[in-house]
């Protein structure tokens, strides 16, 4: 575990895009983010937190994991289906999900749907993705 001595400064700028490293995965759901804060990166504990972006007309796969996860909108539009619940989100639009939903957001704008997400975890490798698309 990561001894904590200190506050962490990340500026989103200075972190690379990474994508899927399944090129199938990828190809069907091209997204990327900027991890900002996980333990293996940064003096941080208990929670990881990135940057995503779905360019437009893409969305992500349908999937759930163990850790519950909260999203909040900043940039363009979409639709998240967060198991039978259906929603439009916008820049200002926060969502949880509870542990183990299934969820998916899709861009229906014109330009990238970028959102900033939050685990409670040390790490962004402990989120084991499972697909369901």
Do not use: C
Request: aromatic letters at 8%.
């Amino acid at each position: 575990m990561v001894r904590v001595t200190g506050p962490v400064v990340v500026r989103e700028t200075d972190v690379s895009w990474e994508t899927r490293s399944d090129p199938e995965r990828h190809a069907r759901s091209p997204i990327r983010w900027r991890l900002l804060v996980s333990a293996d990166r940064t003096a941080s504990a208990g929670l990881t937190v990135g940057v995503l972006e779905i360019p437009p007309g893409a969305s992500m796969l349908r999937h759930h994991h163990a850790p519950q996860e909260v999203y909040y909108v900043l940039e363009g539009e979409g639709r998240s289906e967060l198991g039978d619940l259906v929603t439009p989100v916008r820049p200002g639009t926060t969502l949880f999900i509870p542990t183990n939903a299934s969820h998916k957001t899709v861009n229906t704008g014109p330009g990238p749907l970028r959102f900033l997400w939050v685990f409670p975890t040390d790490t962004f490798a402990e989120i084991r993705y499972h697909y369901e698309e």
